[in-house]
């Protein structure tokens, strides 16, 4: 097949699955707009961290939406087990302590964040010197069985071979 007829094909598919991909949300919406309402509400802080992240992989806004959904569920168990309805939606976020723990959650993933962040440096830092100790070592047994025409020219450009005897030991 050309490119040209398999745009139109893919574009067409595409097209279909972004129809059923609505429709399945407005179903979902539909059938669970108070449950919908009651994560919208406690999912706050992540809309917020979804909006400052400006990374491509959206780190932090996943660390606090995990947590942040961590936080929520045991309320939208509660939620679901008591038969539901919007009397009950802002019964449980009008409690101050439901908030205060759906939204603690959600702080509790910035911590994560910002606590990981010099753990992680620090760990490829680590990493980073003890690859070039390994490599230093290895070069070093390198030089003492093929001389030192194996490192190539030196930091002044001229070639270190010239320098010395170019015939290398044979292994």
Do not use: H
């Amino acid at each position: 097949m050309t490119e040209a007829t398999e745009n139109p094909q893919a574009a067409k598919k595409r097209r279909g699955g972004s129809i059923v991909m609505w429709l399945l949300a407005a179903g979902i919406l539909f059938a669970f707009y108070e449950s919908i309402v009651l994560l919208l509400i406690g999912m706050i802080p992540t809309g917020i961290a979804l909006l400052a992240d400006r990374s491509p992989q959206k780190d932090y806004a996943r660390s606090v939406g995990y947590l942040n959904f961590a936080g929520c569920l045991p309320w939208m168990i509660d939620f679901w087990m008591s038969g539901g309805g919007f009397a009950r939606v802002f019964e449980i976020v009008g409690d101050p302590f439901v908030l205060g723990v759906m939204y603690a959650a959600a702080a509790a993933g910035w911590g994560l964040c910002f606590a990981m962040r010099p753990f992680v440096t620090t760990y490829l830092i680590v990493a980073a010197e003890v690859k070039e100790a390994q490599l230093a070592k290895r070069q070093g047994e390198l030089v003492e069985t093929w001389g030192k025409a194996v490192r190539g020219p030196d930091k002044k450009g001229e070639d270190a071979a010239a320098q010395e005897d170019t015939a290398l030991p044979q292994p």
